[in-house]
């Protein structure tokens, strides 16, 4: 372990944001290990390559639990990047991310109030982790350093590090979607969540509605106003508020998804199909994925075309187990194992099991194989900030013999990838049908479909949301604003404005609270 009070010096000059090292902070971060184990979680996929270019830092949870004595960073540096980790306590993970994280902030984005635990010691928690984060973070930090925090887990980050003179930009990406006022006033402790952005420069989230949402949350609470299009001014500060959808390496995988062709268990599978159509289903085990309506809409398609089916489809369902020890997800892996066993035992046969599920993680190179293979990928989740699974289903296909997407009205991918077909997960007969239509469905129309979607994916790629991102973080696109009257990372006063102060404004509730 390394003493990063020795490698690094605190803050305290001018930021100048021209030659700055990248900052990304993330509740999970993929340090390298000998093993190379795959990633479940897109957030981690989908970052891979952001910090390749500029260098820097990897910041966030190790994933481990040590006590408390033990918690300085740990550094590992690969080449350009460091990554650099700290454990928490058993306390910590279950108040900041079981808890707060996961069992209050993660559901009501999802518009599940119903899930929802408001619990005093999960808050104080959540608070207290970004603040021991922050202080940690700081110290490690160069003034010309362009920090890009990540994910609900972190939104308390960037005021507990202006709290500490940090004035470097900071960024905030929100990768789940952003309910609407009445929704989003559930949160506990919502003002302080909400002012809490106010400390980014930017603040970013997957779709234009996810933005508007937030808007219109600063704006019912009569905390701000929107300004200038796409900007906010709010507890006396202005930011930009902007959707960046993000996206895959649509060309990568497609590379991945052929040579997966000869992959050992891509061929297993193509075998043990014995010529019939395969469906897909690739998902976290999560109750917002919409895996129990699916294998309700699946049965009812099984149901409505007995014979054809099961002379003609399989499908595969990958899960891997997800945050397990929250209760609201030992729930939801029982009740899925359930409903597969009810439909496996009622529709299927001595020599055909229709819905084949597996708990596993699954290489990029497997699933690329096997989304190659699909006949159709179902995306169905009842809510999803974007899902880079239907991403990569479209760009795993065979441009010569695609496979049809069905995908959920309900995910983010779905503002993009309109040549999907479209359903509403809650409607299982419609769902049913789509995925009749989808194995039905003419070469040529598939054709045109997967053109239409691939086109999308090239022209968005990851590196085009991750330019696009940096470009508002680091304030390069400020230029254009420098002459109006409030420029990112101004504070407002009287009509007075000065940029780049340290910001030092804790509501009452944060002292209530104790920080
Ligand atoms: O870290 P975990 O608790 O194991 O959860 C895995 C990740 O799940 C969430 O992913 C989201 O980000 C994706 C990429 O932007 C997006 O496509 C998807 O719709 C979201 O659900 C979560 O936001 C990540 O922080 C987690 O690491
Ligand atoms: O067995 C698996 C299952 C999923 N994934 C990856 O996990 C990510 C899931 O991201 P998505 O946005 O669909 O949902 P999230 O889990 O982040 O909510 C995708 O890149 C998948 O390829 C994987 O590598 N192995």
């Given at each position: 372990m390394v003493n990063l009070d020795l490698l690094y010096k605190p803050v305290s000059l001018k930021p100048d944001r021209s030659n700055g090292r990248l900052i990304v902070v993330s509740n999970?971060?993929?340090?390298?290990?000998?093993?190379g184990a795959p990633a479940a979680g897109g957030l981690a996929v989908a970052l891979q390559s952001a910090l390749r270019s500029k260098g820097g830092i990897w910041f966030g949870w190790s994933g481990k639990a040590s006590q408390e004595a033990d918690r300085e960073p740990q550094l590992r540096t690969l080449g350009s990047i460091s990554f650099a980790v700290c454990d928490l306590t058993r306390r910590d993970i279950e108040e900041?991310?079981?808890?707060?994280?996961?069992?209050?902030l993660w559901p009501i984005c999802h518009y599940r109030l119903d899930l929802a635990r408001l619990s005093e010691r999960d808050a104080a928690g959540y608070f207290r982790v970004n603040e021991f984060f922050a202080r940690r973070l700081a110290k490690m930090l160069r003034p010309d350093d362009v920090i890009w925090i990540h994910d609900y887990?972190?939104?308390p980050m960037a005021a507990f590090l202006r709290q500490l003179g940090v004035q470097n930009r900071i960024g905030y990406f929100h990768h789940i979607p952003w309910p609407s006022p009445d929704t989003a006033?559930?949160?506990?402790h919502y003002d302080r969540i909400l002012r809490s952005?106010?400390?980014?420069d930017v603040v970013g989230f997957q779709t234009e509605p996810d933005a508007d949402n937030f808007r219109d949350c600063l704006i019912e609470s009569g905390a701000g106003r929107a300004v200038d299009g796409n900007w906010c001014e709010a507890y006396g500060r202005k930011f930009q508020v902007d959707a960046f959808p993000i996206s895959i390496d649509a060309e990568a995988f497609a590379l991945e998804a052929r040579l997966a062709e000869r992959n050992t268990l891509v061929k297993r599978m193509r075998a043990s199909l014995e010529g019939r159509a395969m469906i897909i289903g690739v998902d976290r085990?999560?109750?917002?994925?919409g895996i129990k309506h699916r294998i309700e809409a699946f049965g009812a398609f099984l149901e409505r075309y007995p014979e054809a089916a099961k002379a003609r489809v399989t499908m595969l369902q990958i899960t891997p187990k997800s945050r397990s020890e929250v209760p609201e997800y030992a729930n939801i892996q029982n009740e899925v194992a359930e409903e597969v066993g009810h439909l496996n035992g009622k529709l299927g046969d001595i020599d055909w099991t229709p819905l084949r599920y597996i708990n596993k993680t699954m290489s990029q190179s497997a699933l690329a194989g096997l989304y190659r293979m699909a006949r159709v990928g179902l995306v169905t989740?009842?809510?999803?900030?974007?899902?880079?699974v239907a991403k990569e289903y479209v760009a795993a296909q065979s441009p010569d013999d695609p496979g049809v997407l069905v995908l959920?009205?309900?995910?983010?991918a779905a503002r993009e990838l309109?040549?999907?077909?479209?359903?509403?997960?809650?409607d299982i007969g419609a769902t049913a049908a789509a995925i009749a239509r989808a194995i039905e469905m003419p070469l040529e129309e598939r054709q045109d479909r997967w053109r239409d979607m691939m086109a999308t994916l090239r022209d968005n790629s990851i590196d085009h949301w991750t330019a696009n991102c940096l470009q508002a973080i680091s304030g390069e696109s400020e230029a254009d604003l420098e002459g109006s009257l409030h420029p990112a990372g101004s504070i407002i006063r009287s009509g007075a404005i000065a940029k780049s102060?340290?910001?030092?404004a804790p509501s009452p509730i944060w002292t209530s609270l104790g920080y």
């Open positions: 999970r971060v993929p340090v390298p290990t000998a093993s900041y991310y079981h808890g707060f994280a996961n069992q209050a887990h972190f939104i006033s559930a949160m506990p952005f106010s400390s980014y085990l999560d109750y917002s994925k989740p009842l809510r999803d900030g974007m899902n880079l959920s009205q309900f995910a983010g309109k040549s999907a077909l479209i359903v509403n997960p809650y102060e340290p910001w030092l």
